[in-house]
């Protein structure tokens, strides 16, 4: 999405948000008690759930986790009942939570994981709010860090269980084996923007040359995450702007990258060779980034 239908998505939301967290006066809510009627609280809700299920960008996340307008509603409306139904800084916190792209995979991702062993629904739920509080308070505008263990781990301290997850609000696994990309690509720019298509990178390419944890700082050396990435694809970037004329010919582009392989054990980079081509995912369209085939 561009920037200017970021900007509107942001300014309908901004006006729904005040909407919703519009104080209620004792009058009001005797009102509604007395003579139930649709309020514009109750409108404001269902263009909430108009914004989020219509935005492109929102709209794919629903339907990667097979999401209905309904589910999103209950979780709207557990979060508010649970106590995100107020202002967080400058976010109503439960509207925010169902409309920005960080908070929507994390909830959605979240709610639809196996619960951990000794886990209840209840559980669930109550860490979900505790980390978006914490996720609204710290003003973050990346993922959200979750306290969810997987299903069938152990934590002892109550600290979250890192993985391998995305970190940046663009990076969604949009097939099993594919995770876009389309964001980084386009700030990046250079030939990207001349194919102006979505771009994704392969589950080998992420786990080898960009996904970076904590427990791999303390086993191997300290990479951040979001510079690895950004190697990977500003280098895919220049090196396909050079070669432009000879990709839309071959429908191939190889380049190489220096990055520290994710081996449990490594400190120092090595030479990882890429291929960049058009890849079909989801029936669609996109250009991949995958590890080249070794040469016989």
Same mark, same amino acid.
């Given at each position: 999405m561009g920037l200017l239908g970021n900007l509107k998505?942001? +300014?309908? $939301? @901004?006006?729904? @948000? %005040?909407?919703?967290?519009? &104080?209620r006066s004792t009058a009001d809510m005797a009102a509604a008690v007395i003579a139930p009627r649709p309020t514009d609280r109750d409108k404001a809700e269902g263009e909430l759930l108009d914004l989020v299920c219509s935005n492109r960008e929102t709209r794919a996340i629903l339907e990667h986790y097979g999401t209905t307008r309904d589910d999103i509603q209950d979780h709207y409306r557990r979060l508010s009942a649970m106590g995100l139904g107020r202002w967080i800084r400058e976010n109503y916190a439960a509207a925010a939570a169902i409309a920005l792209k #960080?908070?929507?995979?994390? $909830?959605?991702?979240a709610v639809n994981s196996p619960l951990p062993d000794g886990w209840s629904d209840n559980d669930r739920w109550i860490t979900i709010v505790t980390d978006l509080v914490t996720y609204f308070e710290s003003g973050s505008l990346g993922s959200v860090r979750s306290r969810i263990p997987s299903a069938g781990e152990h934590t002892e301290?109550? &600290? #979250? !269980?890192?993985e391998s997850d995305p970190s940046s609000e663009d990076e969604l696994w949009v097939a099993p084996d594919y995770l876009a990309v389309t964001r980084t690509a386009e700030e990046v720019g250079m030939g990207f923007d001349t194919l102006g298509a979505p771009v994704a990178v392969s589950r080998a390419v992420w786990e080898e040359c960009i996904a970076w944890t904590d427990e791999d700082d303390r086993r191997q050396t300290y %990479?951040? %995450?979001? !510079?690895?990435? +950004?190697? =990977? @694809?500003f280098t895919a970037g220049g090196t396909l702007q050079l070669k432009l004329n000879q990709f839309l010919r071959n429908k191939l582009h190889e380049y190489s990258v220096e990055c520290v392989p994710r081996d449990g054990s490594s400190t120092d !980079?090595?030479? =990882?060779?890429? =291929?960049?081509? #058009? &890849? @079909?995912?989801?029936?669609? #369209? +996109?250009?991949?980034?995958?590890? !080249?085939?070794p040469e016989n």
């Open positions: 998505k942001s +300014w309908k $939301l @901004m006006r729904i @948000m %005040q909407r919703l967290g519009k &104080t #960080p908070t929507l995979i994390y $909830l959605l991702e301290t109550g &600290t #979250p !269980a890192h %990479q951040e %995450q979001d !510079a690895r990435l +950004w190697d =990977v @694809m !980079a090595i030479k =990882v060779d890429l =291929v960049l081509k #058009p &890849t @079909m995912i989801g029936g669609k #369209p +996109w250009i991949g980034i995958e590890k !080249a085939e």
